[in-house]
């Protein structure tokens, strides 16, 4: 699935929603940071944010950088690093929905 919006920002925020969601459903009691790799990319589609199946409905996709991000879920904090170790957005998950 390729979700968008306007600001990476806003895509942060709804993919670590939804990184968290699937983590606490399946294993809720994990007491551990699972870290993981999220590129992010330029494209062009109609609308402000889209959820996009089929990347061939996306035009003039381009590489724009790779997001670290690192979740507790039972400690109910992510992170989100655009250099390796230094965070950029840090939040309690759980309040994003």
Request: charged content about 30%.
């Amino acid at each position: 699935m390729w979700y968008s919006s306007l600001d990476v920002e806003t895509t942060v925020h709804e993919t670590a929603w939804h990184w968290y969601r699937f983590v606490t459903d399946s294993c809720p009691a994990e007491d551990r940071e699972i870290r993981t790799e999220r590129r992010v990319f330029d494209v062009r589609c109609d609308g402000t944010n889209a959820a996009v199946f089929k990347p061939e409905r996306l035009s003039n996709v381009r590489d724009r950088m790779l997001l670290t991000y690192r979740l507790n879920a039972a400690r109910d904090t992510f992170v989100a690093e655009r250099t390796p170790g230094r965070k950029w957005i840090r939040l309690a998950p759980s309040s994003l929905g």
